[in-house]
């Protein structure tokens, strides 16, 4: 079955990099495009980036532009998202999910990763 | 860039009918998708493409669209859809995707 499986749990100090990979499983990887979400604790989901694995092309959120680098290796069907210069606003659960589009005016994820929990603190 | 604004609570009786809603300017382009997602879960996608159900989501969820408005209706709600539903789309202003605010649903 279609599967998307992130790697595990980070600890990070304010000021570092993290790299959460996102590896895919059961469907040809070049055909959907992979976005990724975030959650801090007891707030709401929001979008952070999306991904084509064929070629490699890039959108980014206002927010994570010039701070969130997306990138895949089709060799292994993994997508990575590196965050840098961390601040503890970005304690988080990351999320990685496939893409599905029709005709242009309708876009939905199916399915999600269970979410890598990412913790920022000195 | 666009917005998409959804009440923050809604409570439903047991086996009663409710709707949650979201709106933006964006949902005057683009349809909508919704996902549940219980505490301590990833997100579940409930309904895409306006109103199609997902493999194994009940029949009791179901998806519409107006104007700058989509909802998202439960009809019977049961215990087990208590849970925080998300709306998604693209953004009509930029070149991104927004989620909206997030719904937590209460059944009584």
Redesign the interface.
């Known amino acids: 079955q279609v599967q998307l499986v992130q790697s595990g749990a980070e600890v990070k100090k304010p000021g570092a990099s993290v790299k959460v990979s996102c590896r895919a499983s059961g469907y040809s990887f070049i055909r959907n495009w992979i ?1 990724w ?1 975030r959650q801090a604790p007891g707030q ?4 952070v980036g ?1 991904i084509n694995p064929d070629g490699g092309i890039t ?1 980014y ?2 927010r994570f532009q010039g701070r969130v680098m997306l990138t895949a290796d089709t060799s292994t069907s993994t997508v990575y998202m590196e965050v840098s210069s961390l601040r503890s606003e970005d304690t988080a659960v990351y ?1 990685c999910a496939r893409d ?1 589009s ?1 005709d242009g ?11 890598t929990l990412v913790t920022v603190s000195s | ?1 666009s917005e998409l604004t959804q009440d923050p609570a809604v409570s439903v009786a047991l086996g009663q009918t409710v709707r949650i809603t979201c709106q933006g300017d964006s949902l005057r ?5 919704w ?1 549940q ?1 219980k505490p301590g879960q ?4 409930v309904i ?3 109103n199609s159900r ?1 493999s194994g989501i009940p029949d009791r969820f179901s998806g519409s669209s107006s104007g700058n408005t989509a909802s998202l209706t439960i009809t019977g709600a049961q215990a087990g859809d208590e849970a ?1 539903y ?1 709306c ?3 953004d009509s202003s ?9 719904t937590k649903l209460t059944v009584l």
């Open positions: 976005h979400v709401g989901l929001e979008w999306i959108i959120g206002q999320y599905h029709r005016v309708t876009w939905w994820f199916d399915p999600w990763g269970l979410g | 860039s382009m683009y349809y909508a998708s996902y997602q990833a997100p579940l996608l895409y493409d306006k997902p925080d998300y998604f789309c693209r930029v070149n991104q995707w927004v989620f909206g605010g997030g």
